[in-house]
């Protein structure tokens, strides 16, 4: 089974900063790497595909990169509807895989 | 879109098997993978299981095989069991449509397993 390990687990940043989260495999998985915004009471959302691919309709501060084993989803000015946690997710082999999540709160 | 929506009982006694729907519309089942993934509480997201409309299934080895999905295409709906039930398995359970990147999401279920 493929580990995802997400860092940090609680990122405590403001409104209008930038958010630089990673994840990382226990083995390369390519770019079968998408990311998930999740909030509290609502289905995840996806946000990133392929590692680097946005989403129709997700707003372009959000940006995914990495291949193999480092990743990283970047959002690069925190609006107030951002604050939730994200999970990475790995879909090169089965069983898929996500990481632990980080938290994104409000400073 | 694809919406999917889950239904099923919110409590379920130990060792007893649970089964829940995910009823699909905006969509067939045709062509395409449908996903479950649950969620214990405080905990992060554990992957289930899929099956492809055709039938084909693969699941998560941590259920040492108490878990099973199937097809209902008549209904536009696909279901998971999962046997033996235990605290563990207390969780808000989840469907999606995709193998891989999991693009629509039901809302979730809260299923707990309690005597």
């Known amino acids: 089974e493929i580990v995802l390990t997400q860092s940090p687990g609680t990122l405590s940043l403001s409104p209008g900063e930038r958010a630089t989260l990673s994840c990382r495999a226990s083995?390369?998985?390519?770019?079968?790497v998408a990311w998930y915004q999740h909030k509290p009471g609502q289905a995840p959302r996806l946000l990133i595909s392929?590692?680097?691919s946005r989403i129709t309709d997700i707003p372009d501060r959000f940006s995914g990169s990495g291949s193999g084993t480092d990743f990283t989803l970047t959002i690069s000015r925190l609006e107030p509807e951002d604050f939730a946690v994200y999970y990475c997710?790995?879909?090169?082999?089965?069983?898929?895989?996500f990481g632990q999540g980080t938290k994104v709160e409000i400073k | 879109q694809v919406q999917l929506q889950e239904s099923g009982p919110g409590l379920v006694k130990p060792s007893e098997t649970l089964s829940l729907t995910c009823a699909v519309s905006g969509g067939s089942l045709s062509g395409n993978h449908w996903t479950w993934i649950r969620q214990p509480p405080g905990k992060g997201l554990e992957w289930v299981g899929y099956i492809y409309y055709t039938g084909t299934a693969d699941y998560n080895p941590s259920l040492n095989g108490r878990v099973s999905i199937s097809l209902d295409m008549s209904r536009n709906e696909f279901s998971l069991h999962v046997t033996s039930m235990a605290a563990a398995d207390t969780a808000v359970y989840y469907c999606?449509?995709?193998?891989?990147?999991?693009?629509?999401w039901g809302q979730g279920i809260l299923v707990t397993v309690s005597s």
């Open positions: 997710q790995q879909y090169r082999n089965t069983p898929r895989t």
């Open positions: 083995q390369s998985v390519d770019n079968s």
């Open positions: 392929g590692a680097s």
């Open positions: 999606a449509i995709g193998s891989g990147r999991l693009q629509f």
